[in-house]
């Protein structure tokens, strides 16, 4: 039997305040920490869990605090990513909507262990209502004492300003999220120099995932062994949230050990595919990411086990499809989200994005022909690893795979001017 | 009117009307940050809730609030989906159609409410009640398919739901 961790208390109306919070155990890791631990002992701790970054790439959490330079004469900047964007993804949301405090406890612990007194949040501008609840949690936790100058009566100062994006997906990448921070269009920075050297207002900035903090609070009161025995193998280590969508009966964020095993969610906890409908495939972390047919599904839910299959595990979006899907609208519809959302800097991605859009828009509408799957596949690996930032691969990679693995779906469609199966995805 | 806009100094008198409130979040913002420029978007975004869209006069006024000239601000806020330069409804839904939404049927959810507005994606119904766009992931996949309407989420939304919804801010007026 799993036991939540990160969502605990999401069930519990009154944890958003700070009373119910704390009477929980909240705040206590906090406070030890600030009190009782160095920095350098929360690095170590945190390196020692294995905690790797949910946002989406995975880099372990306490080797990129490592890399914040020691003694520049320069503040330390922490922001915390809640521009939760990727489709398919929407697990921030719960935590920042349902209880707010376990982030700000984590982004206290995190902010004490690169150095940090002012650290942002950094959420998306349709997350109203969470932007509201963390508003009130904020004031909160500074009328107690828990933020502002010595916190918790130690000799430690933080505050955390709440700063709402305006509706660009890039600015969930962390260059891109700092420049949107520094009041410019959110345009992706070469790197390196990295954040953790140079980030915001060119000091060094640490960039961390709201779950990837709200670990914190339970490290730092249960250990990093008690961490390390939750997850699939060393490298993924502990609890993860996974954002159920698409054909499923019972649709939900879910949380489980990070590994467990795909049907698993699927089937079990999910309860299947509605209307006895088969399994095409499963996009397991968010559009970005290469789908899985429903021949290769049987893999655990880690960073590494997904990556031995040619995928990602991403945020954790995991997209369910059932066999009314037709994927060449499917493909479609992602290239359009990239061409919406490039910013336009690399050629690659902001002709890549727009032509992949328009051939795969023809192929739908039955005016394709057989030498645009070639051509696409060509712009794929011209859009791969060769921009400022990922965006552009993030297009290439799952359009690329739609097209390897249902190939006969996309010629049947340049054929025979319409879909194999019948009907567009509708539930 | 756009050539007369950089006419402006950016520190002068222009006579911009916001709520007292308004003002008052403005100066917190400007606080905030360790540069004042960080303030732009947040103070864009309070802007367009009083008046319900960006006017040149406010860029004007903001741009040298934040000591940038008015045609960098028109810049930056052209970056952002959620910042518009046109007057919208009373109501404006954004209507996910995105991968997650697509899947559950987001395509009967656009009908419906192009159906029940009478208009467009991207126009004003006449009475000046409603409009509606077409918006990427709202991050509502698991309670598919969504709208938001002024940034309230409603959710699980099927044919049916959607319509009430509608009628219900039709009746409110």
């Known amino acids: 039997m799993y036991e939540t961790v990160l969502f605990k208390n999401i069930a519990?109306?009154?944890?958003?305040?700070?009373?119910?919070?704390?009477?929980?155990?909240?705040?206590?890791?906090?406070?030890?920490?600030?009190?009782?631990?160095?920095?350098?002992?929360?690095?170590?701790?945190?390196?020692?869990?294995?905690?790797?970054?949910?946002?989406?790439?995975?880099?372990?959490?306490?080797?990129?605090?490592?890399?914040?330079?020691?003694?520049?004469?320069?503040?330390?900047?922490?922001?915390?990513?809640?521009?939760?964007?990727?489709?398919?993804?929407?697990?921030?949301?719960?935590?920042?909507?349902?209880?707010?405090?376990?982030?700000?406890?984590?982004?206290?612990?995190?902010?004490?262990?690169?150095?940090?007194?002012?650290?942002?949040?950094?959420?998306?501008?349709?997350?109203?209502?969470?932007?509201?609840?963390?508003?009130?949690?904020?004031?909160?936790?500074?009328?107690?004492?828990?933020?502002?100058?010595?916190?918790?009566?130690?000799?430690?100062?933080?505050?955390?300003?709440?700063?709402?994006?305006?509706?660009?997906?890039?600015?969930?990448?962390?260059?891109?999220?700092?420049?949107?921070?520094?009041?410019?269009?959110?345009?992706?920075?070469?790197?390196?120099?990295?954040?953790?050297?140079?980030?915001?207002?060119g000091c060094p900035t640490v960039v961390n995932n709201v779950e990837t903090l709200a670990n914190l609070p339970h490290i730092f009161n249960r250990g990093a062994e008690w961490f390390k025995s939750i997850g699939s193998n060393p490298k993924n280590t502990g609890p993860k949230l996974y954002c159920m969508s698409g054909h499923l009966n019972k649709p939900a964020v879910v949380e489980r050990e990070l590994g467990i095993p795909l049907p698993e969610l699927i089937y079990d906890i999910c309860g299947g595919i509605p209307g006895g409908k088969k399994l095409k495939g499963v996009i397991p972390g968010g559009s970005s990411v290469p789908i899985l047919t429903a021949d290769e599904i049987d893999v655990r839910m880690d960073f590494d086990s997904l990556a031995a299959k040619g995928t990602l595990l991403g945020s954790a979006g995991c997209m369910v499809l059932d066999?009314?899907?037709?994927?060449?609208?499917?493909?479609?519809?992602?290239?359009?989200?990239?061409?919406?959302?490039?910013?336009?800097?690399?050629?690659?991605?902001?002709?890549?994005?727009?032509?992949?859009?328009?051939?795969?828009?023809?192929?739908?509408?039955?005016?394709?022909?057989?030498?645009?799957?070639?051509?696409?596949?060509?712009?794929?690996s011209n859009m791969k690893g060769v921009t400022i930032c990922v965006l552009s691969d993030a297009c290439a990679m799952p359009v690329e795979a739609m097209i390897n693995k249902f190939r006969a779906e996309f010629e049947y469609h340049i054929t025979n001017k319409t879909c194999m199966v019948g009907a567009h995805a509708h539930a | 009117m756009r050539i007369c806009r950089i006419l402006f100094h950016p520190n002068s008198e222009i006579d911009v009307m916001f709520s007292e409130e308004t003002e008052q979040k403005f100066r917190h913002l400007l606080s905030l940050y360790p540069r004042k420029r960080s303030a732009l978007i947040p103070m864009l975004l309070i802007a367009q809730r009083e008046q319900g869209y960006i006017r040149n006069e406010t860029i004007d006024y903001v741009a040298g609030l934040v000591e940038l000239s008015p045609s960098e601000v028109e810049s930056i806020l052209s970056f952002y989906t959620m910042l518009r330069r046109d007057p919208v409804g009373k109501y404006h839904i954004y209507v996910c159609t995105n991968l997650a939404c697509m899947l559950r049927g987001s395509d009967r959810i656009e009908s419906t409410i192009k159906r029940k507005l009478g208009v467009d994606f991207g126009k004003v119904t006449e009475d000046g009640l409603f409009s509606a766009v077409e918006f990427e992931c709202l991050g509502s996949c698991t309670t598919a398919p969504c709208v938001t309407v002024n940034n309230e989420f409603y959710e699980n939304l099927d044919v049916k739901k959607t319509e009430e919804i509608i009628d219900e801010l039709r009746r409110r007026g």
Not at chain 1, 370 to 379: H, K, V
Request: aromatic share 10%; charged share 25%; with cysteine.
């Open chain 1, 12 to 201: 519990d109306p009154r944890v958003r305040a700070i009373d119910r919070y704390a009477e929980l155990g909240g705040y206590r890791a906090a406070e030890m920490v600030v009190k009782e631990r160095t920095p350098a002992e929360v690095i170590e701790t945190t390196k020692a869990t294995g905690l790797r970054g949910r946002g989406g790439a995975g880099f372990p959490t306490g080797l990129k605090w490592s890399f914040v330079p020691k003694d520049t004469g320069k503040p330390t900047y922490l922001c915390c990513n809640a521009d939760e964007s990727e489709p398919g993804t929407c697990k921030d949301r719960v935590i920042m909507e349902r209880d707010p405090h376990q982030l700000i406890e984590g982004i206290i612990i995190a902010s004490f262990a690169v150095d940090c007194h002012l650290a942002f949040i950094y959420i998306r501008g349709e997350f109203w209502y969470a932007y509201r609840v963390l508003e009130k949690a904020l004031g909160e936790a500074r009328a107690k004492g828990f933020l502002g100058k010595k916190i918790f009566g130690s000799n430690f100062d933080l505050d955390i300003v709440l700063h709402s994006g305006a509706g660009a997906y890039i600015c969930g990448e962390e260059t891109g999220l700092i420049e949107s921070l520094e009041g410019k269009r959110g345009h992706p920075r070469q790197k390196p120099p990295f954040p953790a050297v140079q980030g915001l207002y």
């Open chain 1, 323 to 380: 066999e009314t899907v037709c994927m060449v609208r499917f493909a479609m519809r992602t290239a359009r989200f990239y061409a919406e959302e490039t910013c336009g800097q690399c050629s690659q991605c902001r002709e890549g994005t727009w032509w992949m859009e328009q051939v795969l828009h023809r192929i739908e509408h039955g005016h394709g022909k057989m030498s645009d799957l070639d051509m696409i596949l060509d712009m794929c």
